[in-house]
């Protein structure tokens, strides 16, 4: 796994190479896509941009730093997720994440929680398109990788085509070029950060007409997206598609990216041979004190409708929490799969 570097550190070759291609990507998500699933998200593709869950600019400078950005080099290509809305803050954590390795930092304007509002985090950034561009710029001046921003439509009480406009004619100002774009406005007060991503309705149009409007900059559409057919729709309109919930759910879709989008070779052959691929890093993490809860939870959604599935699933719900848990309920849990 990633280790602190020394200060100097001038950056790695994994992270100061060529920029990520941002074709197709996984969505950050809280409490999801965390390192144990993006290690099993890079064993079934590639090519795939994956990104942290969002990291709050005080957990990194007031908490401890190296476990908020542990991850291993596997992961890449990885981008981290910032929240915070101090110029100062970001800028110092930006630094971070080019010491720490990743392959670019993005900052959440999107995240609807009362929690993060509170705290000027997320979407409600939304309403201070200023203060995000101040931001913006001061991240971009403190790191060489690419600083991308992950933002909604817009927010109740700014959610016109003009705000939209206003918000990234300003932060494109301040040097940013890449705006992934979730495509429902975020209603802040009386909807739950889960309502937040199902009632507002999705508004595709209005991500393509921006990038008719700002042909020069890259746009990546986010928000409700399943299905390769409804990605290559996409595709023919914007630069990128972010899935969230459907690469967690069913992450075996993503052993057809590469094939797909970028003309390669898939590197996995079968859901059990993927599986199987984790073993090393499933036990290095085991003798390291995480707990096989804390991993496998990830892995449930990988026979997603296969026969057995719901067998698998149930047992490793049933066995991995108990004290003392190892391996080998994995091991069992996929006997129950039949392998073709």
């Known amino acids: 796994m990633h280790t602190i570097p020394s200060e100097n550190t001038s950056g790695t070759p994994e992270n100061l190479g060529p920029e990520p291609s941002r074709r197709f990507c996984v969505a950050p998500m809280m409490d999801w896509t965390t390192p144990h699933y993006r290690y099993l998200a890079r064993l079934l593709s590639q090519h795939t941009l994956l990104y942290t869950e969002m990291v709050t600019t005080g957990a990194l400078i007031h908490g401890d730093t190296e476990r908020f950005l542990r991850h291993d080099p596997a992961e890449y290509p ?10 100062g803050e970001l800028a110092h954590c930006a630094r971070l994440a080019e010491q720490f390795g990743f392959s670019e930092v993005n900052l959440n304007v ?5 929690r993060v509002q509170n ?8 309403g201070h398109p200023d203060k995000v561009a101040e931001a913006v710029r001061a991240m971009i ?9 992950k933002h909604r439509i817009g927010i109740n009480g700014r959610e016109s085509w003009e705000d939209l406009c206003e918000f990234v004619e300003k932060v494109a100002a301040a040097g940013c070029r890449t705006f992934i774009v979730h495509a429902r406005i975020a209603i802040l007060e009386g909807l739950s950060p889960k309502e937040n991503r199902d009632v507002p309705p999705l508004k595709y149009a209005w991500v393509y007409r921006l990038k008719q409007k700002y042909p020069h900059l890259e746009i990546i559409i986010n928000g409700g997206i399943k299905t390769f057919e409804e ?11 972010m899935l969230g919930r459907e690469a967690y759910h069913n992450p075996w879709l993503l052993a057809g990216v590469d094939s797909e989008f970028f003309s390669a070779k898939p590197p996995a052959k079968t859901r059990h041979g993927a ?22 939870r990830h892995f449930l959604g990988l026979f997603h409708g296969m026969p057995g599935g719901r067998q ?6 049933e066995n991995a929490h108990k004290p003392g848990a190892g391996l080998e309920v994995i091991q069992v849990a996929l006997e129950k799969v039949p392998e073709s």
């Open 231 to 241: 990605c290559n729709e996409h595709l023919k309109h914007t630069d990128g598609v």
């Open 312 to 317: 698998f699933r149930r047992y490793i719900s």
């Open 119 to 126: 705290n000027m985090i997320g979407a409600c950034l939304m």
């Open 275 to 296: 599986l199987r691929a984790m073993y090393p890093f499933i036990q290095s993490e085991l003798e390291r004190g995480v707990f096989l809860g804390h991993m496998s």
């Open 110 to 114: 999107g995240c609807p929680s009362d």
């Open 141 to 149: 001046e403190a790191t060489r990788l690419p600083v991308t921003v």
């Open 78 to 87: 990885l981008a981290l997720q910032l929240g915070g809305s101090d110029a």
